[in-house]
């Protein structure tokens, strides 16, 4: 891998189909169906490989429904906080579901919809109005929250028009949390369910993560199943597909002191690891522990002009050097789909270490997508 130009995202197959295989057993024992959710993960090149293990994928809007389309082709289904009416035809013509986020939404647009495809499946997003997420920009469920149906808004006269339900109320969170979250949904949208066909409980599930209770998840889907028999349950992962596949590999351009030893990557926290410096979280560092526990600690900071670009306080056994790989751990979800070109800064190749131990470069940035992208 040395000689690769850094920066680069690298994913590895073999970890991405753990992490499918996990999935695939639990689609097995529940009947659940699963989908992909291309706002956190959207690598079309390892698409081959997902689609052999998932059921197809969730998009948020045309875009994302193209690429579904394009690179996935098997089942698309779209949820949008507002379609807009241009967009309407086409992804009616490519979903298999139409989710649609408010009564409103599901009124203007449902008919015309169906008029472009007459066997798509209409869904409404509900809000169930518990959640327990750790930090509020991602609780879909929090004061105001403009993501789903909530109960009092629920007019019955739109049951005819519906097939199915659909929330999404975790982050990063353990079927406990579904748990709850279903109470919730049950105690208050349970009594449309008997004319409904599916039901989809979105995603947020850490189901990869080490230490996620697997079990108690297919027993609260099987349980689920038990008391509706006639639905089809979907979930829609983003984050758990991609969780610990793959790396984000940088190398040191420069070392300042001001009181502290600072270590500028030719990566860029802002640009390339946005989350880390929203959500926020520290990403792990390979052969790194916190700040003061080796001997050596360096703040890694990003190569842009932006103050608070910085990836956190590190520290290695051996004093870095210009040109050493610094190595960010599972860098797979919720980056690249973020990724800028922020102050000109070149995004990082995507690399893909195939399942027989092939390495292709995939895709390379370069002055052009920081050109075309502005005019
Ligand atoms: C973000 C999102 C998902 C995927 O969430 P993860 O935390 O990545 O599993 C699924 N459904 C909807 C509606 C979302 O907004």
């Not at 979903?95 to 015309?112: A, D, G, M, V």
């Not at 919730?184 to 008997?194: N, Q, W």
């Amino acid at each position: 891998m040395i000689n690769f130009k850094t920066p680069y995202w690298l994913l590895e197959e073999t970890l991405l189909e753990n992490n499918l295989k996990i999935l695939a057993n639990i689609k097995e024992r529940t009947g659940v169906k699963i989908l992909l959710a291309l706002k956190g993960y959207a690598l079309w090149q390892s698409f081959p490989l997902v689609s052999q293990y998932l059921d197809g994928c969730c998009a948020s809007g045309l875009h994302e429904a193209k690429l579904s389309d394009e690179k996935f082709k098997k089942e698309l289904h779209t949820y949008s906080p507002a379609f807009k009416e241009e967009d309407i035809e086409e992804i009616a013509t490519i979903s298999k579901h139409l989710i649609f986020n408010s009564p409103s939404q599901l009124r203007r647009f449902s008919t015309l919809a169906k008029e472009y495809n007459s066997k798509l499946s209409i869904g409404l997003r509900v809000n169930p109005e518990y959640s327990k997420s750790p930090v509020e920009l991602y609780n879909p469920c929090g004061l105001y929250s403009r993501l789903g149906t909530t109960i009092a808004n629920f007019d019955e006269t739109l049951l005819e028009r519906l097939d199915g339900l659909h929330f999404h109320a975790l982050c990063e969170q353990d079927s406990s949390a579904l748990e709850k979250v279903l109470e919730a949904f049950e105690d208050k949208f349970g009594k449309y369910l008997k004319d409904m066909k599916w039901v989809n409980f979105g995603g947020g599930h850490h189901i990869t993560r080490k230490g996620y209770d697997i079990e108690k998840l297919i027993s609260i889907l099987n349980e689920f199943k038990n008391r509706y028999p006639h639905l089809q349950i979907y979930l829609e992962l983003g984050e758990a597909v991609g969780w610990e596949t793959g790396t984000l590999v940088s190398s040191v351009l420069d070392i300042v002191h001001n009181g502290i030893d600072i270590a500028i990557l030719n990566t860029s926290a802002e640009a390339h690891m946005p989350d880390t410096i929203i959500m926020p979280y520290r990403a792990e560092v390979r052969g790194a522990d916190e700040a003061g526990k080796k001997s050596y600690t360096y703040r890694l900071a990003g190569n842009t002009c932006l103050a608070g670009d910085v990836m956190g306080d590190y520290s290695f056994d051996k004093p870095l050097e210009i040109g050493d790989r610094i190595i960010f751990e599972d860098q797979m979800h919720y980056t690249m789909v973020k990724a800028t070109t922020f102050n000109g800064i070149s995004m990082p190749s995507i690399i893909i270490k195939r399942k027989d131990g092939r390495v292709e470069v995939v895709k390379e940035f370069g002055y052009e997508e920081f050109r075309d992208r502005l005019s």
